[in-house]
């Protein structure tokens, strides 16, 4: 494993890696696997590189920028753990603390860590999911405060695709008295700077830098996933029979914390990158620190897990995502190839953005290739 990075970055190599990735994602663009993308990185606390390619939306009319704002999807789930992590962090909440003691009237007994950790089995949406509710976050808490757990928690790990963000808010409230989007602003975005670019929610005063998203009918399911199976996890968790219209108002202003949040890659790299500085150095020590390693009952794929994140790594077979090969990196990625990611070891912080929501066999040849070119160039590759 390499040391700790103290010294910066040559600042050939730093030309060559911009230039690279620049000319990569341009050609992206021109080749339409991307529609809109922006990438940042930041090394040792300062921004190494900000690149913008394409358009925020279909009719190529508005050009991305560097404060233009996307739909994040997942990668939320790491901004809200974060926000959990510093009630964590100021004592107001234990990871080990069951919900329904801090949560009351919730139904299972799990601990926060566990449920912050997909390990609670409580990943299934109601059968008749719509639009309505699920930009209702008032529902969505009612619903998953009563919802039976799948299989004895702690013991196994299925993906909370949509509930995840349920389970955070109920417990915020409960803990906060305020909403996972208001933490968010007091406990992360205000303190770094960030509050312009980051946010869980869409207010009204962003639209014109908002990202269009556009997804295409062979982004959504797995790949694995046969048509004709039926009750299986990943279904309970995300049902093929309602599509989302992710540009809807109500969607986008929802802050719901599975997905609903908005930021700038510079603001995503930034917020990683500034983890150490709003908690405190033993609480940020443990963020990488692996809670489920095997293969999740939702996604189908092997993994490491830690509270809150994805974890860098060897997966449990061996294979290597986009967080990388290092296991002091953790992060979490979203829908269409949205990413970000710290390595505090080599005090590494990447963020990517993207609005063309393509099958998951594009988008890891878009975002992947990205991230190993980073690593590879600043020496952090193993």
């Known amino acids: 494993m390499n040391r700790p990075r103290t010294e910066p970055v040559d600042a050939a190599i730093a030309a060559e890696l911009r230039a690279t990735l620049r000319g990569l994602l341009a050609t992206d663009v021109g080749r339409k696997r991307h529609l809109g993308v922006q990438l940042a990185v930041q090394v040792g606390g300062a921004e190494l590189l900000r690149i913008e390619a394409g358009w925020l939306d279909r009719a190529r009319r508005r050009a991305v920028r560097t404060d233009s704002v996307f739909s994040v999807f997942s990668a939320t789930k790491g901004i809200a753990a974060l926000a959990v992590w ?95 989007a208001e933490l968010v602003r007091v406990a992360l975005a205000e303190p770094l700077g960030l509050a312009d670019e980051l946010g869980l929610g869409l207010p009204p005063s962003w639209d014109e830098r908002a990202a269009e998203v556009v997804e295409l009918a062979e982004a959504r399911g797995l790949p694995w996933l046969d048509d004709e199976l039926v009750g299986h996890p990943a279904l309970e968790a995300m049902p093929r029979s309602f599509v989302p219209d992710w540009n809807d108002d109500a969607l986008r202003r929802s802050g719901h914390p599975a997905f609903g949040a908005w930021a700038s890659a510079r603001a995503l790299a930034a917020l ?3 983890a150490g500085t709003v908690l405190s150095a033993t609480t940020a020590s443990c963020l990488a620190q692996p809670r489920f390693e095997g293969v999740d009952r939702c996604l189908g794929v092997p993994l490491r897990r830690g509270v809150g994140f994805d974890l860098g790594g060897p997966d449990p077979d061996g294979t290597v995502g986009t967080i990388g090969p290092r296991p002091t990196a953790f992060g979490h990625g979203g829908h269409g190839g949205q ?33 190993e070119l980073v690593r590879a160039y600043l020496g952090c590759a193993v």
């Open 339 to 371: 990413v970000a990611f710290a390595d505090p070891d080599v005090r590494l912080a990447v963020g990517m953005t993207a609005n063309l929501l393509a099958a998951v066999d594009v988008v890891e040849d878009r975002t992947t290739p990205v991230c």
């Open 86 to 180: 510093t009630l964590v962090d100021a004592g107001r909440l234990e990871l080990e603390a069951p919900v329904p003691d801090v949560w009351p009237g919730f139904r299972t007994r799990l601990s926060v860590a566990e449920m912050l950790s997909h390990q609670g089995g409580l990943h299934r949406v109601p059968d008749d999911l719509d639009q309505a509710s699920l930009a209702d976050l008032d529902f969505g808490v009612e619903w998953v405060g009563s919802l039976p757990a799948a299989w004895p928690p702690g013991t196994d790990s299925g993906y909370h695709t949509i509930t995840f963000g349920w389970l955070v808010e109920g417990l915020v409230r409960a803990v906060t008295g305020a909403s996972t």
């Open 272 to 274: 990683y990158a500034g």
